[in-house]
Each structure stands twice: as structure tokens, then as C-alpha cells.
């Protein structure tokens, strides 16, 4: 199903050799994604994808709720602020300078030693600027809604895979998703980030079934008997 695992937050990893860091000035920058290709998950991102989340909350912007640097996708654990980010012909390159704070330090330290070489984007997919090419089996991703970049220990791919909702008559997660962005609409961003999680924990945890015991099946003829003695255990019979 072209829509399976996209629904709320999602999250792309790349890899350490994408990026350089200036022990003075505490800045670490890289490309965050590179158009034009198929990545692990299937998607191409296009040059613009980006476009209107960094118009609307990139470094220049005016906006309160800017696009920012996290520690392993927390949003209670930002980490530094996203200075530079501009789309050019190879892809989403970013600048951003770590806050000397413990875990923008910890980064710091981990990234120069090599303990973390991990990195990822928070983002969720603007559905009518997507389309799925059945020839190359790819979700081809003309915009998205670009929340975060994290230092992560592994690359993330958000929350276990859902494998439910099947069904033949209809698409279960364009329903969702339509549902989602109905009750998400004209929430800020950052509300819509947490909803996003939340939902797709829900939607993870639903795979997981707690193993009910089974009671015994009795003998039928022995059901019978207990059936008889409650059904006329009470009745007393008439003397003639």
C-alpha cells in the first residue's frame, strides 16, 4: 500500500559524512537530504520540497516557531539553533551552531570521537504535493513539512511499522490521513509534531496483542450434566 507507515511524523536518516564541524565556532553543517534519488524509504525527495517550511519557518523567518536542532528527535531537548538552510541543486544544506549547553556538549564530544555518526530529519508529508510512481515504485515528494534535524545514536525510522487496517474495498490510510490533517488543521506546528507522535505510537502499539489464556473446553457431555443440575437443582417435586 503506497500510503502504509507514512502517516504523521516520519524521519530520515543520513549518515556523518555529509557534514563538517568547526570546533570554534560550534557549528556543524551538511546536506539534510539529497533530491533526485530513491532513498530506503522509497521516497524522491524534489528540489523544493523544502521550500515553504524554510519560507515560513527557516532561520530568516519571523516566526516563533522556527525549524531547530534536537537531541535524538526530543523536542524537550533542543540543542542548538539552525542558522543557514537553503535548497540548492544537490539538496537541503544546513548550518547550525550547538548551544553550550549538556547535551549540545555531549554531541559535540560524541561527533568528534566518532561515537555518534548519525543524523536525522523530522518531517511529515504534504499529501497533495506527493504522488506514487507505480513504474519505479516511489513516492515522489514535491512538499513536505520539514520540523526538525537531530543528532541521533541510530538512524530513525519513527515508531514500529504498523501492519494493520487491511482492506480491499477502501484505503484505510488515506481515511487516516485525511482524519489526521482534518483535526491537526490550524494547529501550529509544534502541536501538530506532538499529535503526529502520539498517533503513530497508537497506531504501533496496536499490533501488539497481550496473549489471553484460554479456559478449558469441557466435555460436552459434562456440560450437559452442570446445565441440568442449575437449571432444576431448585425445583422440588410434588408428592401425589
Sequence with gaps: M?????IGKQF???????LSY????????GYAAIFNNRDKAGDILLKGCFAKSIQDRGPESQANDKIIMLWQHDQHEPIGRISVLIEDEKGLY???????????????????SGTLNQFSIGYS?????????????????????????????????????YLGLKSESTDPY????????????GLNIR????IYTLVRKALSLGQFKPEVP??????LEEVKADTKIKLFGNIKLKKQ
Aim: charged share 40%; net charge negative.
Design 94 to 112: 544546513f548550518e547550525a551552531v550547538i548551544d553550550d549547553v549538556e547535551r549540545g556538549n555531549q554531541a559535540i564530544k560524541q561527533l568528534e
Design 12 to 18: 530520515k536518516e543520513f549518515a556523518v559524512k555529509e
Design 214 to 219: 484460554r479456559k478449558a473446553v469441557e466435555p
Design 22 to 29: 568547526n570546533g570554534e565556532s560550534r557549528t556543524i553543517s
Design 191 to 194: 502541536k501538530k509534531e506532538e
Design 174 to 185: 488515506e481515511e487516516m490521513k485525511n482524519e489526521i490533517e482534518s483535526v491537526v488543521k
Design 2 to 6: 503506497k500510503y502504509e507507515g507514512r
Design 125 to 161: 508529508y504534504v499529501w497533495e504535493k506527493c504522488e506514487y510512481d507505480q513504474e519505479r515504485d516511489a513516492f515522489i515528494v514535491k512538499e513536505v513539512v520539514l520540523y526538525e534535524i537531530s543528532v541521533v545514536s541510530i538512524g530513525c525510522n519513527g515508531e514500529t511499522e
